[in-house]
């Protein structure tokens, strides 16, 4: 019987790739005042989908699925005591995930 792995297991065994990415944004305080810039920093993680396989961008580091579909299956897999699918030791060698994260510019 294969071991069940935790939420932490599918969240951290996910990613291939964390960028940084600075962001300006704009607040406004007080009408009439100029808006303030404040640079802000905003991590994005790629990461590959838990149940189909497929690469994503996420802001959030705990995240193990590309879309509420696939997360609604692999909650199904977990009630039913099954991982979810996607071979993920495959999936993230560093020859496979080359072109992707070319293609999402984490290189
Ligand atoms: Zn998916």
């Known amino acids: 019987m294969a071991i069940i792995l935790s939420k932490k297991d599918l969240y951290?065994?996910?990613i291939i790739g964390v960028k940084v990415e600075k962001q300006k944004r704009s607040y406004n305080q007080?009408?009439?005042d100029a808006p303030r810039i404040v640079d802000?920093?905003?991590t994005r993680y790629l990461k590959i989908c838990?149940?189909?396989g497929s690469p994503y961008e996420s802001?959030?580091?705990n995240s193990f699925a590309c879309s509420t579909r696939c997360s609604?299956?692999?909650?199904?897999h977990r009630q039913n005591g099954i991982n979810p699918p996607a071979r993920m030791d495959q999936l993230t060698k560093e020859k496979n995930v080359k072109e992707v994260k070319e293609r999402f510019g984490y290189l």
């Open 12 to 14: 951290t065994s996910n």
């Open 30 to 32: 007080t009408i009439g």
């Open 40 to 42: 802000i920093r905003r």
């Open 50 to 52: 838990w149940m189909c």
């Open 59 to 61: 802001n959030r580091v």
């Open 72 to 76: 609604q299956n692999i909650w199904h």
